[in-house]
């Protein structure tokens, strides 16, 4: 019951905090690969590296050779081909390595196995659970210890399945699971450590909506409703996060104390001990952790991309890295963690040293997808290549998919674009991202009717959906169909009324087409949104424009759809 209260407090706080955060709604369907990619990423610490989002197009790190059209051709067929194949080992095992890339085949090897192993997935875990059968799932689970101990083809097994999980990120959901998990087994050191890991990711959360409040920008700050929000909910962000804390490490020290070899335990502690500001009970978590499994790709990883290169600690992180090499021979994944290391004069604002290792010798699934995401729009081929390599390790992600055909259809894989869109969009026809990817491809092409049919089914499954809305409104407005614009701009005012969007679209349509009602308009903004911050400059604006053209305007509107 408590662990339940302490999620319940978690939620309460991060979530309230998240609205706050979240003024640029609007903009969510519009959001680039780089900025999903940052956000999983910060939601998924054990991914290792950042992602910075250009400004510019990357240039093409010096060392890889331009790729040909005709390279992109061969590689893009040999894709396809692979992609018929059905069982997932073989299928990642028969894709081609990109063009202009040198990748370790012992590595991507490795990587095929640890990342295609056939695990219990959260459904099956719950219903045995719920069924009042724990003592399968840790039967299960026992063996995938055993296997990850003892069977090199199964490095990476138990702690590979425990991020499949998702304890650390899906607490919330997951944690009435694991109180009836715990109950039926309350020795179970599998259960523990899933308590534990829920609880850190619990802290995560905690810690990450303090870090927002304490780095709020000085603007938002004179907002005296942020100041008192702030003021409410930083203490018991703070509580909340500290009492996570104790409870993770309290589940994860009698974790260890049940079954030492349960595994996902060590790198979970490191972060405990991270939040919590004890580098002595992180060494000691590295160290039992190791003395287990000195081939534990997981618990390296955390080690030495977290742990040593937070706290700049190199001797020691030259010490795990040259551990980790000498034992590339009996687990080669390790030499992902060998390369993770960005080396002298990395600087993660530049997005081309992210490309760099992805092409060179960057085999880890998250340095590829954050490769793609830098190479998004400016270089499709490429980026579509990436994306590629991104699915051959990686199926169960339904973004990148989408992300890839966007590619595709700019860098004039058009035909194979369309069949993969025509396939996403069948296997879930309410998806309102596959018809937006297609919309955006569309519309980047400059194939605007098109682009605008897709925005309108994006309405049809979902009549709030805010981007496709501005996104016809543009189109509308441009092509001079501003009675549409002035319509579409009326369902977008009532998605939320007191939002400043659509009014200040409607001020800014009426006054580009010179229409007799901008005054009003304008003046509507001006006197219902003066307070926000966020809207001075084009206040500033509205107010130039009713100096220069008169304020004596028709009555300001009463209603959110007012009068054109």
Request: charged fraction near 25%.
């Amino acid at each position: 019951m408590r662990a339940r209260t302490i999620v319940g407090i978690v939620t309460l706080v991060v979530g309230a905090w998240a609205v706050l955060g979240w003024v640029g709604y609007a903009t969510y369907h519009a959001m680039t690969p780089q900025m999903l990619a940052k956000i999983r990423q910060a939601n998924r610490p054990h991914h290792a590296g950042t992602l910075p989002t250009p400004d510019k197009p990357p240039e093409r790190p010096a060392s890889v050779p331009a790729i040909s059209d005709a390279a992109y051709t061969a590689y893009f067929a040999k894709v396809r081909a692979a992609e018929k194949i059905k069982d997932p080992l073989q299928r990642c095992l028969a894709y081609p390595d990109p063009p202009g890339m040198h990748w370790h085949a012992d590595t991507t090897t490795a990587y095929c196995r640890y990342r295609t192993q056939p695990i219990i997935t959260m459904a099956q875990a719950k219903d045995l659970v719920f069924k009042g059968k724990a003592a399968e799932l840790d039967k299960i689970l026992a063996g995938y210890r055993d296997a990850q101990l003892h069977d090199p083809a199964h490095a990476g097994l138990l702690e590979h399945t425990y991020i499949a999980l998702d304890f650390e990120c899906s607490c919330t959901e997951s944690r009435p699971m694991i109180d009836a998990w715990m109950k039926q087994l309350p020795d179970s050191a599998f259960a523990l450590a899933a308590s534990g890991i829920a609880h850190q990711g619990e802290a995560q959360r905690a810690s990450r909506a303090v870090w927002n409040m304490e780095h709020e920008s000085a603007e938002q700050l004179r907002d005296p409703a942020i100041r008192s929000r702030i003021q409410e909910y930083k203490p018991k962000a703070i509580q909340a996060r500290d009492t996570a804390l104790h409870l993770a490490r309290q589940d994860l020290d009698m974790a260890v104390v049940r079954d030492s070899a349960v595994l996902p335990v060590y790198s979970a502690m490191i972060y405990v001990g991270w939040m919590s500001a004890e580098p002595l009970y992180i060494e000691q978590a590295i160290k039992r952790g190791l003395t287990v499994d000195p081939l534990s790709f997981r618990l390296r990883a955390v080690a030495i991309t977290h742990w040593y290169k937070a706290m700049r600690s190199t001797p020691d992180k030259d010490a795990q890295a040259r551990e980790a090499t000498a034992l590339i021979p009996k687990n080669p994944l390790l030499r992902l963690i060998v390369n993770d290391d960005f080396g002298p004069g990395y600087d993660e604002d530049d997005p081309s040293w992210m490309v760099q290792r992805a092409l060179d010798e960057g085999d880890s699934y998250s340095v590829i997808d954050a490769a793609a995401a830098n190479t998004f729009g400016q270089d499709p081929k490429l980026s579509a290549a990436l994306y590629s390599q991104s699915l051959r390790f990686v199926v169960n992600d339904a973004s990148i998919p989408q992300y890839r055909a966007q590619m595709l259809y700019a860098g004039g894989e058009k035909a194979w674009a369309e069949v993969e869109f025509d396939r996403i969009i069948k296997a879930n026809p309410k998806d309102t991202e596959a018809h937006m990817a297609r919309a955006l491809s569309y519309a980047r092409a400059g194939e605007e009717k098109r682009a605008e049919g897709e925005y309108a089914a994006v309405l049809k499954i979902d009549p709030e959906d805010v981007m496709s809305m501005t996104q016809l409104i543009d189109i509308y407005s441009r092509t001079n169909r501003v009675d549409q614009a002035l319509a579409t701009i009326d369902r977008l005012i009532k998605v939320d009324p007191n939002a400043p969007t659509g009014y200040v679209v409607r001020a800014n349509i009426l006054i580009q087409h010179n229409r007799p009602d901008a005054r009003t308009a304008a003046k509507y903004v001006v006197d219902h949104f003066a307070d926000r911050t966020d809207q001075q400059p084009i206040l500033a604006k509205m107010r130039e424009y009713l100096r220069t053209h008169g304020d004596a305007g028709s009555p300001t509107p009463s209603s959110p759809a007012a009068a054109h």
